[in-house]
Structures are given as C-alpha cells and as structure tokens.
T-cell receptor, first 109, second 113 residues
C-alpha cells in the first residue's frame, strides 16, 4: 500500500528563519511527487513536480528536492504570507494522487 | 494555466436533503476527474474517480448510492450528496489533469444542519 508521511505536523517560524519540511514515501512505483500549498478554505495550489531522485526545483523562497525515499521543501527566509498548509502527494499511475497529512506552517512577523 | 472551477464554495443544507456540487474544467477537456474529501486538519482523501460517459469508480468505504457522480461531458462532473446527514459535513474538492500535473478546484464547504 502506498504511504506518504509528512513531518513535522506543524511548524512555527519567525520571519526570516529558514527551515525544511519533510515528505517520506513508500510506493510501488513513483511517477511523480507533487508539492502543493493550501490556504484555509481553499483548494490546493500547485507548487512543484519532481520526477526522479536528485531533481531540484525552485520558486521564490521555496526549493524542493527529491531522493529515492523522501522529498524536502526548503523555505528560505520565510515571510508571514508563506503561512499555509503544505501538502506532499505522489502519483503512482493510479491516475489519482495519494496525499500526506500536510505540514501547517505559521510564520510570525 | 489550466483552471478547474468548483461551485458552490459554501452550502448549508438541512438533514435529509440533497446537495449538488459542480466541477468544471474551463480551458481543457477532462475525461477523468477526481473527487476528494477533507476533514479539518486532515489531508485529502480520494472518494471517487469520475469517468466521462461511464460509471464512476469509488474508493473502498465510500457509498456510491449516497455520493452520486455524473460526468456527462468532457468539461463537467457533478457530485450529489443524497439524503445528507451532519456526518457528511466536510470540505469536498475536485481535481483534473490538463495533461501534466493535477489542478484542483477551490473546494466546497458543506454543512448539514
């Protein structure tokens, strides 16, 4: 059974305090790993897709990396507007994503 | 980019009534759409896969007679919660793939009173 585990469950940072979110996965065959941002009462907003170990992608203060067992979402010098829940999901060819439970990030000014 | 439009964003209904949620792909065709359910502080759980022109595929434990799915065109899928009860109150989200990746609707907050 495919499993996606995210840690920590919640994270509180001061503005400018860099950190990393973790997503570990156990799947039968990874076709892609996705990172989404979700604001309260909204649907997930796409951030990144990673396809193979060693791949990295960046967008503004966010950088996603992938290994054969896990993915990291690095947040550099976060701002209060980065506060959200960050979701990791895997595509194994079932044509639907399997999601982790998310990391709730709060960035305080 | 590809947009999935979901309506309504919020709905309150009385126990025992039915509620319909619409999911539209605005600038691409979607032969398959996905319906998820999300409880507070929990992640998205796949409920069913909607297939244009054929029956939906439901995940284990999801009652197909309670959650009716219709995918009558390449741009529209609907989820009807029949005989809704308070335990059906949740956040429902649809998704489709425009070719690469998956795009999500803005979600529907259903409250059954």
């Amino acid at each position: 059974e495919d499993q996606v585990t995210q840690s920590p469950e919640a994270l509180r940072l001061q503005e400018g305090e860099s950190s990393s979110l973790n997503c570990s996965y156990t799947v039968s065959g990874l076709r892609g790993l996705f990172w989404y941002r979700q604001d309260p009462g909204k649907g997930p907003e796409f951030l990144f897709t990673l396809y193979s170990a060693g791949e990295e992608k960046e967008k503004e203060r966010l950088k996603a990396t992938l290994t054969k067992k896990e993915s990291f979402l690095h947040i550099t010098a976060p701002k209060p507007e980065d506060s959200a829940t960050y979701l990791c999901a895997v595509d194994t060819g079932r044509r639907a994503l399997t999601f982790g439970s998310g990391t709730r990030l709060q960035v305080q000014p | 980019g590809a947009v999935v439009s979901q309506h309504p964003s919020r709905v309150i209904c009385k126990s025992g009534t039915s509620v319909k949620i619409e999911c539209r792909s605005l600038d691409f065709q979607a032969t398959t759409m996905f319906w998820y359910r999300q409880f507070p502080k929990q992640s998205l759980m796949l409920m069913a896969t909607s297939n244009e022109g054929s029956k939906a595929t439901y995940e284990q434990g999801v009652e197909k007679d309670k959650f009716l799915i219709n995918h009558a065109s390449l741009t529209l899928s609907t989820l009807t919660v029949t005989s809704a009860h308070p335990e059906d109150s949740s956040f429902y989200i649809c998704s489709a793939s425009p070719g690469e990746g998956y795009t999500f609707g803005s979600g529907t907050r259903l409250t059954v009173v």
